[in-house]
């Protein structure tokens, strides 16, 4: 067994503050100016003005970003996938739209679907991201992409969707992985040509399980030879019990036979992010991967429910994915959050040493200073690397 010290490189500074000439102008693509000074403008309104408000109003609840769960009904059957219903009626629309306006209202900005899978009901994302777009929103669509097509591809950027996030885990699919490159290359190909004219940004996102290790690689170089960054999970098992989940025994968890090549992966990706490639991921994230998958991370400070939450399906609120299926009262779109700072953060205490959400760990990391902030900024027009981790 290949044994990773908790304290080892959890904390590890070495690679902060590395003023390198590739600093500035990471690129080994042609982004045009336009398109990353459009890309920087939109990620200043809607990310970084109202955190400079959360940080400035810092006993209101001003989250910075919102998961709308509009459908939970998916076309696929990943089998680590527990957040997806099978004939649940989707959001209404009447739904959806007051909870545009509630955000709004409490200064979020950035609204991002989540499912089961968005495009089940196409016409129903395009005329919620024209509403949420006119309404100063920045829209982050996650897809499988299956579904994608080039009226859709056209429709969506249109609406001025600002970011496609295509969730691929192999090449060619195999059994509990039916996410891969080969199945979604026409939509991938149009998507990539298309992003200039209408403006989004385009990622792979990239759950890593037991299985695909070697095909992360290889989506990482097509991403990276595309001129897209990536994004990656690491495969988690269900914090708390899911009804109709049947699949605790083969959902490519990650066991110790696999720690030696996961790790030898993730000090790959490592490197190419500290090479220039673009990635949503910190270095500090991946390297807390290590230690997820063998049990030994240590409490992190989780932000959900202060500044990121989701909406369920009914406007109803939770924290964050991993307790979606949490039967407690987190408050919703009509009577507002019930959101208890003090109470959160007892529960982040148990939770989080058994959780790495990909989405969370990077808001607490971006969020954690001005520098940082500012970094994640520059990632939307592609500006900087990631070295200063
Ligand atoms: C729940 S899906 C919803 C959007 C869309 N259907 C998709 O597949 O991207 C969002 C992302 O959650 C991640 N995910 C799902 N189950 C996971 C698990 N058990 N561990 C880690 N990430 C997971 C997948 O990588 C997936 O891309
Ligand atoms: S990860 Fe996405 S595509 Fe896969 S089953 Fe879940 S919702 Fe569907
Ligand atoms: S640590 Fe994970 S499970 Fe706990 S609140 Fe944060 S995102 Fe949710």
Known sequence: MVAASKESKFFDDRHKWNPLPHYFYNKTHNKSKNYQFSNFTRAYRSWF???????IHSHEFRPLLSFLYTDLNCNLNCHYCYCRGKKIPGMTMQVAKDAVKWLQSVGCRVLAYMGGEPLVRKDFIIE??????????????????????????????EAGISVINLAVDAID?????????????????????????????TFFNINITKNNV??????????????????????EPPQIEYQDFDH????????????????????????????????????K????????????????????????????????FAPCFELYGSNEDWGNIYDGHKFDPEKL??????????????CNFQVSHYSSSLIYSLQWLAKHADLLTDTFW
């Not at 003005?49 to 940080?55: F, G, I, S």
């Not at 100063?136 to 969506?156: A, E, H, Q, R, S």
């Not at 968890?253 to 673009?278: H, R």
């Not at 953060?345 to 990909?358: D, G």
């Open 128 to 157: 919620l991201t024209r509403y949420a777009v006119k309404n100063g929103f920045f829209v982050y669509l996650p897809t499988n992409g299956i579904l994608m097509d080039k009226p859709f591809i056209d429709d969506i950027g």
């Open 285 to 316: 994230h991946l390297r807390a991967m290590k230690l997820f998958i063998r049990h030994q991370l240590p409490a992190w400070p989780c932000m959900a429910g202060m500044y990121s939450m989701i909406i369920r399906l009914d406007g109803s």
């Open 49 to 55: 003005v109202p955190y400079l408000k959360t940080r």
């Open 173 to 201: 699919g195999y059994k509990g992985i039916p996410k891969y490159f080969n199945r979604i290359k026409p939509q991938f190909q149009y998507l990539v040509q298309q992003e200039k004219k209408y403006g989004y940004i």
């Open 345 to 358: 953060s007892r529960q982040k205490q148990k939770c989080s040493p058994h959780c790495l959400s990909t």
């Open 214 to 235: 070697t095909d992360a690689k290889k989506l990482t170089e097509i991403a990276h030879s595309h001129g897209i960054g990536t994004d990656y999970h690491i495969n």
């Open 248 to 283: 605790e025994q083969d959902g490519a968890w990650i066991t110790e036979a696999e720690y030696y090549e996961v790790d030898n992966l993730l000090d790959w990706i490592i490197q190419k992010n500290l090479e220039g490639y673009t990635m949503v991921n910190s270095v």
